[in-house]
């Protein structure tokens, strides 16, 4: 079976302390960080071994995990895999970029969020240059705050053309139709972002064909559904897959409502749902990318 596979491990240190990140970060422990070495290892090993299925693997840390080498040569070892169809993992970039040579650019790919104050435009330009020269998918996101608009425009002007920018809306934050439009003119899909989605009794491939696991081997449907399924380990999880409706309200983090079957973004991302890549590039405003 097609199974898209969502990973969150203990980790939560970051190298970054955004104000507005809804993550709850700490700095970890020698012994927290060898926790979710450990974790991490043990999912690697199941993946490896779940020949089975025709795997999407996508990487979804409290905290940075690039800067850790287990998550590098996790994502390296796993492109390799002839059953693994994608892996991918949200990141800052703030990792040097030289490890990806070592990996399957058909299978890896990086989404990327872009956090003005936290790191030099310059800095996070010329990596996004190198994943480009690699060949390597990704694509490119800010949080849309009001203070981050010039940041933003400046990064579409001068990304390459066929990198996606898309924009999240603040948590929180509710967007007159004039902060909206200024908005979409950078990303045409941000009205999916800009309020969150009716779900409640509203059929979603998670829980069928897309699960979420943490770091000791808990299935759940996906990361804001706290029922569990099973365990991915001893396979208990398998039993419960099968179509259901959202139990919850409403759904406002791209991660779950993408999978959301009342939307169409099944089609507007085909073959680039984990890391956030258009089928094909929505056209911006003329002078956005001037």
């Known amino acids: 079976m ?8 203990p980790l939560a240190s970051c190298d970054y302390d955004c104000p507005y990140c809804p993550f709850a970060k700490r700095r970890d422990t020698p012994a927290q960080l060898r926790a979710d070495r450990a974790a991490l290892d043990r999912f690697t ?15 979804t840390p409290w905290g940075e995990g690039l800067v850790r080498s287990w998550y590098r040569r996790a994502l390296t070892d796993l492109s390799h895999l002839p059953h693994v169809a994608r892996v991918a993992i949200q990141t800052n970039l703030s990792c040097r970029t ?8 058909a299978k890896l790919a990086l989404w990327c969020t872009y956090h003005p104050g936290q790191t030099p435009y310059d800095r996070f330009l010329g990596k996004c240059r190198e ?14 705050l009001p203070g981050h608009l010039p940041h933003a425009r400046r990064l579409r002007a001068a990304l ?27 990303d045409p899909l941000f009205p999916y972002s800009r309020a969150p989605h009716r779900s409640a009794g509203l059929p979603c491939r998670t829980g069928e064909s897309v699960v979420s696991v943490d770091g000791g081997g808990t299935v759940r449907r996906c990361h804001f559904v706290r029922a569990e399924l099973g365990n991915l380990y001893d396979g208990s999880y398998r039993r419960a897959l099968g179509p259901r409706a959202c139990p919850l309200a409403v759904c406002d983090c791209h991660i779950g ?34």
Do not use: K, M
């Not at 994943?131 to 800010?142: D, K, M, P, T």
């Not at 990198?163 to 003119?185: F, I, K, M, S």
């Open 2 to 9: 097609d199974l898209t596979v969502l990973y969150r491990g």
């Open 45 to 59: 090993g199941w993946a490896a071994d779940a020949s089975q299925d025709r795997l999407s693997l996508l990487f």
């Open 98 to 105: 030289e490890w990806t040579a070592d990996a399957d650019p």
């Open 131 to 144: 994943l480009a020269a690699r060949g390597i998918r990704f694509s490119v996101g800010v949080v849309g």
């Open 160 to 186: 390459p053309p066929h990198v996606y920018l898309w924009v999240n809306a603040a948590e929180g934050h509710v967007y007159t139709d004039a902060e909206a439009a200024r908005w979409t003119e950078l």
């Open 257 to 290: 409502y993408v999978h959301l079957e009342s939307l169409p973004l099944y089609d507007v991302f085909a073959g680039g749902v984990l890391e956030r890549i258009p089928a094909r590039l929505p056209p911006v405003s003329a002078g956005v990318r001037a």
